[in-house]
């Protein structure tokens, strides 16, 4: 276990203008172009498919580019340890970058709907590595003290994304021009790869300097097929075929992970999901959170917009409070240590959990202003909690596995969103939203989903306090 202790360090040393000075100053600019590349490219697609398929057509595979991107951030985030270990770590980042550059051109040059879903894979992949890789140089290079301030400034650039990513589309999408979207992203794309190339370190390839010889091939394609399984969840009506694919998918994830943790070439680092390891009940809280996040917020502009009868740009930015008060409640507690780091995850835990009752007691009635305190609440929780989690993961991690911790927990955080995106669905279609948006079948689907999501809070807000038992048990030992 890594022995640094963050609150061992002096708070003078713990400050902002760390982060983009001397020698991390490149690395934060790096990590979070990257990051940045990632979350443009993932909102911008929404925005311009209704320009794409006038223009290319492919109507019956609407879906397609966005669920396949997906498909591919999850395996190539998945991928990001072997990558590593083939490469090392300035190469490996660098081929993240081509392939989605490579991507980009591909799909801004894409014929029709079929070019484009293949091009949109290999973004995936790519901004999947590029995502993971920017992770793991937080617990490469930036000290303990550091690393919570280092993400706080990672939520920023996420909640830049989301607000700037589907306007940035828009652009492209009012002129006709949806191919521009992707070419406009190319000039970064160059840009991050000569970065990283000019000032990533380069790390040998392995303990010994030789070539990985087996890379996880069957694993990643267990993972990529189980995650297509929750994809195509969203293109059937039938809840049987839906449970079927859910099962499935739950299957093939589970099985690649279990070959992970017997292989000598790990895409997860050890005791990944053990929930009696710090390690293991973090990546939890990692999955548990997205599900209540996604299950809450996946249907909100829906319900905003047909019994609050608000417009869709207001909905849009009233559903996006959550992901704002996340980066505030990130940056506010940055620089908590000690007693108060405790206080901000747990407490975190404990607006989760208000935030998800609030949405059961009001997302159909209102009052609007409830509505938006509700989503503030779960967002400030998550943002309070979220980065001292990802910091004192990283610091009890073994020795010379903090970049894969790291590195992880994007892969965490995806595997959520797309599981459950697939969960939320399912409830919803349970409710009878598939045969329609009227009013009273809107609300009854809300009405299920915040219900669950009440008891996917109160799972989260559990693994909060089984992590911070093993974080101290680990401390102690250590």
């Not at 939520?155 to 306007?167: N, R």
């Not at 589309?169 to 949806?178: L, N, V």
């Not at 943790?261 to 548990?288: E, Q």
């Not at 599981?419 to 299920?448: C, H, I, K, Q, Y």
Request: glycine share 10%; charged share 10%; proline share 3%.
């Amino acid at each position: 276990m890594n022995s640094n202790n963050p609150n061992s360090q002096s708070d003078a040393q713990a400050t902002w203008k760390r982060l983009f000075t001397g020698d991390l100053m490149i690395y934060s600019i790096i990590l979070n172009l990257g990051i940045l590349l990632f979350a443009v490219d993932t909102f911008v697609i929404t925005t311009i498919m209704p320009t794409v398929i006038v223009d290319i057509g492919g109507t019956q595979l609407y879906a397609w580019p966005v669920m396949i991107f997906m498909v591919g951030a999850i395996v190539g985030a998945a991928a990001t340890g072997p990558v590593r270990a083939n490469f090392g770590r300035r190469n490996g980042y660098v081929f993240a970058g081509v392939l989605f550059l490579i991507g980009n051109l591909g799909a801004a040059y894409a014929p029709n709907i079929e070019m484009l879903i293949a091009w949109r894979l290999l973004q995936g992949l790519g901004g999947g590595l590029i995502i993971s890789q920017s992770y793991g140089l937080i617990g490469d290079f930036y000290p303990p003290e550091l690393r919570t301030r280092i993400l706080s400034i990672v939520s920023t650039t996420w909640g830049v994304a989301t607000v700037f990513g589907p306007a940035f589309g828009g652009i492209f999408a009012e002129f006709g021009s949806w191919r521009g979207a992707f070419w406009a992203i190319v000039p970064l794309a160059i840009i991050f790869c000569g970065l990283v190339w000019r000032h990533v370190a380069h790390s040998p390839v392995d303990k010994s300097g030789g070539m990985v010889v087996n890379f996880p091939i069957t694993r990643l394609l267990l993972f990529a097929l189980g995650i297509l399984c929750v994809g195509l969840t969203s293109q059937t009506d039938n809840n049987v075929y839906r449970v079927s694919l859910i099962v499935a998918a739950i299957a093939m994830v589970a099985y690649a992970m279990i070959r992970d943790a017997k292989s000598s070439n790990r895409m997860f680092p050890k005791n990944t999901l053990i929930l009696n390891t710090t390690v293991g009940s973090s990546y939890w809280f990692l999955l548990m959170f997205t599900f209540t996040f996604i299950v809450a917020i996946l249907y909100a502009t829906l319900y905003l917009q047909i019994l609050h009868h608000q417009t869709p740009i207001a909905a849009a930015y009233i559903s996006a409070v959550l992901s704002f008060t996340w980066t505030i409640g990130a940056l506010l507690t940055a620089s908590w240590k000690g007693p108060a780091v405790k206080l901000a995850v747990l407490g975190g835990g404990v607006l989760i959990v208000l935030g998800a009752i609030g949405l059961t007691l009001f997302a159909v009635k209102g009052p609007l202003v409830l509505i938006i305190l509700s989503l503030s609440s779960m967002g400030f929780g998550i943002g309070t909690s979220n980065n001292h989690v990802i910091a004192l993961t990283i610091e009890c991690a073994e020795k010379g596995e903090e970049g894969l911790v790291a590195s992880s927990v994007q892969t965490m955080r995806t595997m959520g969103l797309a599981f459950g995106s697939a969960m939320a669905g399912l409830l919803a279609n349970f409710a009878g939203l598939s045969e329609g948006t009227g009013p009273e079948t809107v609300a009854r689907a809300v009405d299920l989903l915040n219900r669950w999501d009440i008891g996917l809070a109160a799972l989260t807000l559990l693994s909060l306090l089984v992590f911070y038992y093993n974080y101290n048990r680990d401390k102690r030992l250590g």
